[in-house]
């Protein structure tokens, strides 16, 4: 076949090369992946849809629906286990592939994305149907800015870790930004503590608007977040560490589950949150003030000679 073809004008020109552009295609199409990894990812996003759906259901005054929100908390941080699971198999297998990472995004945005902002929306909007509150019009238009900033947010963090993340076991030390897992953690599980433990406590219902909105700020930020697995659990520690972790695991065996998820999240949230806020008001004080010799490139300027 001729690379040239005939116009109505008569005049030869060049075939467009269809084939080479679907070759390119061909060369990037993914043959083979790792089944218990990938299969343990999904379970993320199955858990997290699992959350939206509890949290849509239909709600009634009685105090035995509202579980419901916990519930789907719960779903939430079984996910999150799901998440921790499926990076820690493709890792030691061996078998870190992009398609894996990319999967894991996706199914982070429906657990640690859409999931936790509609359980914070539909509680906090069936709360204000409830009570005739002052200040529900700003409320109610504040809970869609917090939902919709919270999915903004974890989508842009969850791509920026794409574009950022290494594969190489040592470079996962830190983060730049709040995790969105961490993020949803913070979330529900302020919601399974009011649910379970104190379900008259409305004044945290109407606080979680603005938590969802810092929580999303976190995320885009620029303050390091360490790696719980690699910086907290593997290695040898201080004496320290292992007092706390039995804390928080006394206070879960002793039917005090929902506290110990709020001061695990929280601390994790907030520690390096004030730990980087006290860090960048140090450097300012610490910092010395400019003389005009560094004005100067280092020298200050002589009397100027007059003939």
Not at 227 to 255: E, Q, S
Request: charged share 15%; glycine share 8%.
């Amino acid at each position: 076949m001729s690379r040239f073809r005939i116009p109505s004008d008569g005049l030869p020109r060049p075939r467009p090369h269809k084939g080479r552009l679907f070759r390119r295609v061909r060369k990037r199409r993914v043959k083979y992946i790792t089944i218990l990894p990938s299969l343990i990812t999904i379970f993320n996003g199955v858990f997290g849809f699992i959350a939206i759906a509890l949290a849509s259901k239909e709600i009634k005054p009685e105090p035995a629906h509202w579980s419901y929100f916990a519930v789907a908390g719960y779903m939430v941080l079984l996910a999150m286990f799901a998440d921790m699971l499926d990076g820690r198999l493709a890792r030691m297998s061996q078998s870190t592939s992009s398609f894996g990472g990319q999967l894991d995004s996706l199914c982070d945005m429906i657990s640690f994305g859409v999931a936790p902002a509609f359980i914070m929306f539909k509680l906090v909007e069936y709360k204000l149907e409830l009570s005739t509150v002052i200040i529900g019009g700003f409320l109610h238009r504040f809970i869609w800015l917090a939902a919709l900033a919270y999915i903004a947010c974890a989508a842009i963090r969850l791509a920026r870790f794409n574009v950022e993340n290494e594969e190489n076991e040592a470079a996962h030390m830190s983060f730049v930004g709040l995790p969105s897992p961490a993020a949803a953690g913070v979330v529900v599980s302020l919601i399974i503590f009011q649910q379970d433990e104190v379900p008259a406590f409305d004044v945290l219902i109407y606080l979680l608007p603005f938590i969802t909105l810092g929580m999303a700020l976190l995320m885009v930020s620029q303050i390091r977040y360490p790696h719980l697995l690699n910086v907290y659990l593997t290695g040898k520690k201080p004496f320290a560490y292992l007092i706390r972790i039995l804390f928080l695991l006394g206070l879960a065996v002793c039917n005090n589950l929902p506290i110990a998820l709020v001061l695990a999240f929280g601390g994790f949230a907030g520690g390096s949150l004030v730990k980087g806020l006290y860090g960048a008001v140090m450097g300012r004080r610490a910092r010395p003030a400019l003389t005009p010799a560094d004005l100067t490139g280092g020298t200050e300027p002589g009397p100027v000679a007059h003939d």
